[in-house]
DNA sequence: AACTACATTATAATTATTCTAAACTATTGA
DNA sequence: TCAATAGTTTAGAATAATTATAATGTAGTT
């Protein structure tokens, strides 16, 4: 709660009306120690446990993507059927669990620097993501 | 056609029934000079245009998810409403235009070798990829 | 040739996501 | 303070990628 008035003023300060149902989202996204992975659905669900209301989807959708855009999101590139969102924006790489479908952050202690020796001509490079997928030693893979 | 033997032998060497419609969908996808990334979709206009017959979409699903399994294609990780595949399987990592939505093979040249220094205990690495996702030098990015 | 297991197919079903248009609300400025 | 307005929310429809279904077809074996 007394997060509250941080969140109206970040809102705020990239152009983004505070309504109530970005102020609860923002709660459950940025009032946790931990960087926080999600997909869409995770975040709905997220919302109605901790929340008494109900956000509409299409508000948690619409939201989500605000956010993203406005850089307080990051989008995680996983191949799969769903979008999955992180709370950490630093560069930073990732492991993804394909046991239990959970995406870890790769600290600097993980991963070497990526370095690019040759960029394609006549382009920038927006983005460097390293993915790691991981499973259970003992499990078969199919 | 002097390919068919040879495919069929492949497909028949690793369980798979030599069908028309796997030979077909060999013949687009591995009788080519350069290595081709493509989406499901990419593949169905490619057979119609390429071949007289239409195979069922089903059909290219099966397989080319048949296709991966026996380790013909790698499935690419982009943050994407669509899955990409590539026949390239050698271990390599990609750029991605954003400008074209196209999947770009980085060779040896273009990246140093991305070394794991740290894993998550209990766990094996089954994949690592890169994506660098790149844009026209000049476009304004949203 | 006939049997059987695997494949193909059209279509229905499912799932994630986006669109729509009406109702609602934060902000602004009189 | 209050009304105008521009941005938001919402339920539900629409769309798009993918998977499931179940009937029909076909390759491989006997």
Known sequence: ????????????????????????ICEVLFNRE???HFTINDLAKNISEKLKEKISLATVYNTVHAFKKKGYLKEISINS???????????HHHFFDEDTNQLIDCDDN????????????????????VLIKVASDNQNQN
């Not at 709660?1 to 609860?24: D, I, V």
């Not at 370095?115 to 490079?125: A, D, R």
């Open 110 to 129: 993980h991963l070497d620097n990526v370095k690019i020796k040759k960029n394609i001509t006549g382009k920038k490079i927006n983005s460097i993501e």
């Open 1 to 24: 709660m007394t997060k509250n008035l941080e969140f109206t003023e970040k809102l705020r300060s990239s152009g983004l009306r505070p309504t109530k149902q970005r102020l609860k």
């Open 81 to 91: 059927d769903k979008s999955y969102f992180d709370t950490n924006i630093t560069n």
């Open 34 to 36: 931990k960087t926080f």
